[in-house]
């Protein structure tokens, strides 16, 4: 029997890319005033400063997190579902266009910014197309799509973990950021490996605890930024992958041992690089 294969709607596709790469030039030519939002946490000052950068990026965040809703809502398998069961379908869309975003607002103007700007155009539109078809597990291109997505996940978790570590905030501001961002994606890893919603939540809260805490930690550790988001993601992806393992009861001692092996290897990369 031959597997059937969806596609979303070319149209609403490309409104909505058009709509992201428009928010991406606006947030390059728009100068809006930055306004510094703080409080005061146990005796000491905790702040953030939002530009207009940072505001447009949060923008095309939610506007690429709306329209992968609609997207996956036009899906023909998800007649009569809720209105929040496609919640999980916004975290990679969101997540890529932020990465994506920031990594532009630090492109300098010429050919290189509007390579970029064209290479972001497709990366988006992959990711939405790999959110649809992964709805349907009987989909002929399931399996590619879950690849890739999985693959994502890893990548994003790298380059926001660089973005962090650029922005020098305090200590509570980066790990709290960097513990959402890994609880988020780690969430959305467990869900596509077909995990009970209840406990990929209870897992992917306790990575996002790990990583805030390797985070906080490295606040404090004098090395380079290349180091520093090395060894944040040595731990999210141990304690992704040893979660994602222990939900799908495949958890033995082999992979035990490989795991250790892969954290070792990744502990030792970092710790080289930090001494050069």
Known sequence: MQRPRHFPSLDRLSVLTAVILLAYALARALDLPTRAVGTTL???AVGIELNGPVLMLLLVAALISAGADALIRSHPRLEGWTRYATAIHWIL?????LALGSVLNRTPDGPLWWLGLGLSAVALIAVLVA???VVDRADA??????LGLTALTFALALVLFALLHSLSARALISASAAGLFAA???LRLFVLKDAAP???ALYAAVVGLITAEAVWALNYWRVSASSATLLALVPFYLSAGIAQQQLAGRLNRRLWIEYAVVGALGLAV???NSLR
């Open 270 to 272: 970092a710790l080289l």
């Open 184 to 186: 988020a994606l780690a």
């Open 93 to 97: 869309p969101g997540a890529t266009a």
């Open 198 to 200: 209840g406990e990929a």
């Open 141 to 146: 291109a399931w399996d590619l799509a879950a």
């Open 131 to 133: 959110e649809y078809t």
């Open 42 to 44: 146990f005796g000491s």
